[in-house]
T-cell receptor
């Protein structure tokens, strides 16, 4: 069964450093998403991406965040200068269509900012 | 008011019993509804979509009440493997396609 994959599974970084989280969405999917979940809190939407541009972003997704689809398979989330409060689990998701289309989640990257 | 509200639980359920819980959503224009399950520190996994007519998938039954803006999930004949956090998820639809709004989850613990 096709699945979303993410790397790395864990990332530890120093405050102020840049991190890039990588995702490989399901191959025939066209819509891509990033969510995050701070420990003990709910899953929160960050950004959606379609046709090489951002479709929607939340207030969390400020200028420190960017997304890119550098090639035909990868989808990345970059945090330019990490803060302590960026420590969270970051989930990538993809869907075949938008709207009510089912989103399938990757296993996540656990980011710890020290 | 939170967009999606759930009773956090935990619901402690003996194996074989039935458990049911609800979630409410605030935006009456919401279009799509889902139940996901999340095991500890893992990704959300789709359990089922929720349709207006109600739908069933094996031991799981979901209902949507648009007038009262709530969604329910019922689990029959609970198994130990049903222990998880159940996430109520809503998609607003028009103007916000693709953005899923998650509830904080309802924890279910099935005991032998």
């Amino acid at each position: 069964e096709p699945e979303v994959t993410q790397t790395p599974s864990h990332q530890v970084t120093q405050m102020g450093q840049e991190v890039i989280l990588r995702c490989v969405p399901i191959s025939n999917h066209l819509y891509f998403y990033w969510y995050r979940q701070i420990l003990g809190q709910k899953v929160e939407f960050l950004v959606s991406f379609y046709n090489n541009e951002i479709s929607e972003k939340s207030e969390i997704f400020d200028d420190q965040f960017s997304v890119e689809r550098p090639d035909g398979s990868n989808f990345t989330l970059k945090i330019r200068s990490t803060k302590l409060e960026d420590s969270a689990m970051y989930f990538c998701a993809s869907s075949e269509r938008t709207g009510g289309g089912t989103q399938y989640f990757g296993p996540g990257t656990r980011l710890l900012v020290l | 008011r939170k967009e999606v509200e759930q009773d956090p639980g935990p619901f402690n359920v003996p194996e074989g019993a039935t458990v049911a819980f609800n979630c409410t959503y605030s935006n009456s224009a919401s279009q799509s509804f889902f139940w996901y399950r999340q095991d500890c520190r893992k990704e959300p996994k789709l359990l089922m979509s929720v349709y207006s007519s109600g739908n069933e998938d094996g031991r799981f039954t979901a209902q949507l009440n648009r007038a009262s803006q709530y969604i329910s999930l019922l689990i029959r004949d609970s198994k130990l493997s049903d222990s998880a956090t159940y996430l109520c998820v809503v998609n607003r639809g028009v103007g916000s396609w693709g953005k899923l709004q998650f509830g904080a989850g309802t924890q279910v613990v099935v005991t032998p």
